[in-house]
């Protein structure tokens, strides 16, 4: 299998920040294993895109977007787009507790 690679979207960076900005005001330690648990999941979401769920979204730019939650944060939820050659765009990094349809703007 080869590797697959991934891209943030510049709001998935920003989703990413503020949640571990968020988890360090407990613990920068497990802020900082948040921040590698996204990155590892999205590793693994690109050499296996499919993993993901996919959901029905109104907004036509989120067609072929899938979902997956972060590896042991499973509060958290990585929505993507699976590209050709195993790669994923990163869309967003959002709680699941969160206002998701606007957010994602379905």
Known sequence: MSKGTFSYRPQARIDISESAEYIAQDSPDVAVAFVRAVADTCRALAEMPEMGVQRDYENPALLE??????????????????HHHNHIDVLRVLHGSR???TLLGT
């Open 65 to 82: 977007a899938r979902m997956m939650p972060v590896r042991g944060y499973h509060k958290y939820l990585i929505f993507y787009i699976p």
């Open 99 to 101: 206002d998701l349809p």
